[in-house]
């Protein structure tokens, strides 16, 4: 392959690979002009864009644990040319190597890949410079990390480090996905009408979004919302509603991005509807009040088929993916544009 041009590499999350690339995709789509997916391996995706900062990926997703500037690729990393022009792109540069393997990918130690690269380049133990050496899928790719995933912030938003806890809250890293693959700009409006305890408004608030709309019919759990949300000082940009999904109190076109996770599950309620009626009726008023080619993401048990849902409120499904959450219940992830 050919990385004449700036290329950049993503490292992916392990767990629903699937699904990171999605958000990654996602990312682009708000933060760039334009942008091509040239390499998808595991673990890992090559890229072109047009994005201003790269490091804005890391900064948003919740899947994506690294990006860097990819500098060559081989399929063998002893390739003379591959060392090359790994030394030609650094130049002077000082830089720590650093091997990773991708599910057991061998036939060489870091030690050879030190011997191969140390002579050509500027190698010291303690340089803040990262190169990457990536090895997937018979493929070797050198990359100069740019940043890593920080994910402090997220640790401090797990829901039972929240001052209002409730069973069923989706972990902030699976809350920050949802975020990212409904599209929301900074300076945005996000909406979601089944928000439990404020686990998607926090995340979409984290990102940017001018107005955070936050509602539930449950009127402890929008009280417990903006508690939270009051906790990590994002109610000032929140307007939270005791208020049903399926009869949403805001004017048409008037949301930029819909991210929400329908009740299905033991602890929740749905006011004695069925998953599959409360959904629809929620698509439909979302429909409404979402504007024209923005995304609505929102889930439901596979053996319910979630998407059959978005087709019959005439959305464009754009995306599926599954996600093991237990025995009992695989969560379908779908991603519809309006």
Known sequence: MDLNGKVYY???SGS???LALEELRSILDVES?????????DGIALFRSDIRDVKIIVDRAGFIKEVGLALAISDSYLNGDWARDVSSSLGDLEVKIDVTRFKGFGGFSELDIIKTLCPRLKCRLKSSNILRVLASEGLVI??????RAKFKSLESRRPRRRPFFAPGSLDPQISRLFVNLSRLKRGGVFLDP?????????EACSMGASRVICG????AMSLGALQNLRYYECDGRVLTLISDATRIPLSEYSVDAIATDPPYGRSSSTKKRLYAEL?????????????????????????????VLARDASLNITGRFHMFVHGNLVREIVVAKV
């Open 279 to 307: 959904t629809l009726e929620f698509l439909s008023e979302a429909k409404r009040v979402a504007k024209k080619n923005s995304y609505i993401v929102y889930a439901g048990p596979y053996n319910e088929q979630p998407w």
């Open 216 to 219: 539930d019919i449950d009127w």
């Open 142 to 147: 050198a990359g100069l990390m740019i940043d």
């Open 194 to 202: 089944f928000c439990g305890t404020g686990g998607f408004a926090l």
């Open 33 to 41: 002009s334009y942008y091509s997916l040239d390499l998808v391996l």
């Open 16 to 18: 629903y690979q699937s």
């Open 10 to 12: 993503a490292l992916l």
